[in-house]
Nanobody, 126 residues
């Protein structure tokens, strides 16, 4: 059983930046591809970014491409999501998720992820 704990959310002004972290425990971190998702009020959870087990492959939603960067440190069992040029539309609860896989392909579907964190709120004001 893998536990994921996100941190780093909070309020930020439009144009600002924010860094989220996701610390994993209870499993072998390198066995999991990691993803970040977000859910705004009244909307479905959506994929934001994903990273392969070894960190060499990444994939982003078009809405965040060029502004968000996903990374991971397997020695620290931690995944990160760094964001710049935030806009009010980025306001959401952000979740990290882990997917057990033997492949490098990054999957943007929430249904394919096995473990989820509790989420951290990001609020971007204009």
């Amino acid at each position: 059983q893998v536990q994921l704990v996100e941190a780093g959310g909070g309020p930020v002004q439009a144009g600002g930046s924010l860094s989220l972290s996701c610390i994993a425990s209870g499993g072998t971190f390198v066995d999991y591809a990691m993803g970040w998702f977000r859910q705004a009020p009244g909307k479905q959870r959506e994929f934001v970014a994903g990273i392969s087990r070894n960190g060499k492959s990444t994939y982003y939603a078009d809405s965040v491409k060029g502004r968000f960067t996903i990374s991971r440190d397997n020695a620290k069992n931690t995944a990160y999501l760094q964001s710049i040029m935030l806009i009010p539309e980025d306001t959401a609860v952000y979740y990290c998720a882990a997917r057990a896989t033997n492949f490098a392909t990054i999957v943007p579907s929430a249904r394919q992820y096995d473990y989820w964190g509790q989420g951290t709120q990001v609020t971007v004001s204009s």
